[in-house]
């Protein structure tokens, strides 16, 4: 894990955890930016955690962290309790940097990074949840192991 990427997501999360607990190994970890009050994040949650379990069944987990634009406490706490993965703290100034940063225009949006560097490797990658994004996750995880 780079120090690139701790300046980048900080490392203090809910529950605790650190930045190198949640990255691990991984090549790569993803910021998921989505809120409750968003119709269109409740439908894609559930197809993110299914795609999330995949990838840990086979072997190959991506370490995602959620970044909330929930209005309240409340909101945030019910929404996160359905996700298997990390998040920053609710009202965590990080997210709205993130958000410029990686100029996050609508929700449900998933972004990748680079572990090691802290660089892009793939924008607004929640539409491509399923196959397209497991080969690209697949085959930039061989890339890195070369």
């Known amino acids: ?15 605790g955890a650190d930045l190198a607990s949640i990255v691990g190994d991984a090549p ?7 809120a409750h009050w968003c119709g269109p994040c409740r439908e894609f949650t559930p197809k993110l955690k299914e795609f999330y379990d995949t990838l840990v069944a086979q ?8 970044a909330s634009s929930d209005q309240d406490e409340d909101s945030f706490a019910s929404y996160f309790s359905k996700m298997p993965w ?7 100034d990080r997210i709205e940097v993130l958000n410029k940063k990686y100029v996050v225009s609508s929700i449900p949006w998933l972004v990748i990074l680079n572990t090691k ?4 490797v793939m924008n607004e990658a929640g539409a491509m949840v399923g196959e397209e994004l497991f080969g690209k ?8 192991h070369k």
């Open 28 to 34: 790569i970890v993803g910021i998921y930016f989505s």
């Open 137 to 144: 996750i697949t085959a930039y995880r061989e890339k890195e």
């Open 86 to 92: 990390h998040a920053f703290r609710f009202g965590d």
């Open 59 to 66: 072997g190959t987990p991506l370490p995602i962290v959620f």
């Open 117 to 120: 560097t802290g660089e892009l």
């Open 1 to 15: 894990m780079s120090t690139a990427l701790t300046s980048l997501l900080g490392n203090d999360f809910v529950n």
